[in-house]
């Protein structure tokens, strides 16, 4: 397991491998997590989940399976990956959300049917891999972990930040909050 040191290889590895393709979607990871993050302070996040929301993809970036891996029949857990990359670095209020974000897809794919209705193919197509919608017992369980509800607001942030050619600020305006949860 690849494990990140630094707020710099944090910074490289979305700056590099961040210009890649985002799993059939008409962004790349960069720009994906950009808004992500730009979509959560628009809607009063803390700061916490404005770094949750820069990194919840991380894990794609750790990855060597390439842009094309669900289609494939493989689910590469990107959520875990990313989380573990960074554990001991960052508080849980940040790394809750990242490893809760896809559970938190299958628990509003549960909870509302037109959450699942407005997924994109990609992430209908990944979700099927991941498990599908939660059961019932599965969404009672979701709801009461530590940081359910910023996984849940962060995954909003995440199924809209798909939107080619938008103007966002850029990454290196996150550079201090990162730093400043960094341990
Ligand atoms: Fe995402």
Redo the contacts with the bound molecule.
């Keep these: 397991m690849q494990a990140i040191e630094s707020v710099d290889e944090v910074f490289l590895l979305l700056e590099c491998g961040g210009g890649e393709a985002y799993f059939g979607e008409p962004v790349t990871v960069l720009e994906?997590s950009l808004q992500?993050a730009w979509f959560v302070r628009q809607k009063g996040g803390e700061d916490s989940l404005v770094a949750a929301a820069l990194l919840?993809?991380l894990g794609h970036l750790l990855h060597n399976e390439g842009e094309d891996v669900a289609d494939r029949g493989m689910d590469t857990q990107h959520e875990e990956l990313g989380a573990a990359a960074l554990t001991g670095h960052l508080p849980d209020v940040v790394l809750d959300p990242i490893r809760m974000?896809v559970a938190a897809k299958r628990y509003l794919c549960h909870a509302n049917p037109r959450y699942f209705a407005a997924l994109s193919p990609a992430s209908v197509e990944s979700l099927a891999l991941q498990g599908g919608p939660m059961t019932e017992q599965e969404a009672a369980e979701f709801l009461v972990m530590a940081h359910a509800k910023e996984a849940v607001a962060l995954r909003h942030a995440?199924d809209a930040?798909k939107v080619p050619g938008l103007k966002v600020p850029e990454l290196a305006s996150y550079r201090s909050l990162v730093e400043q949860l960094w341990n």
């Design positions: 994906h992500s919840h993809d974000h995440d930040a």
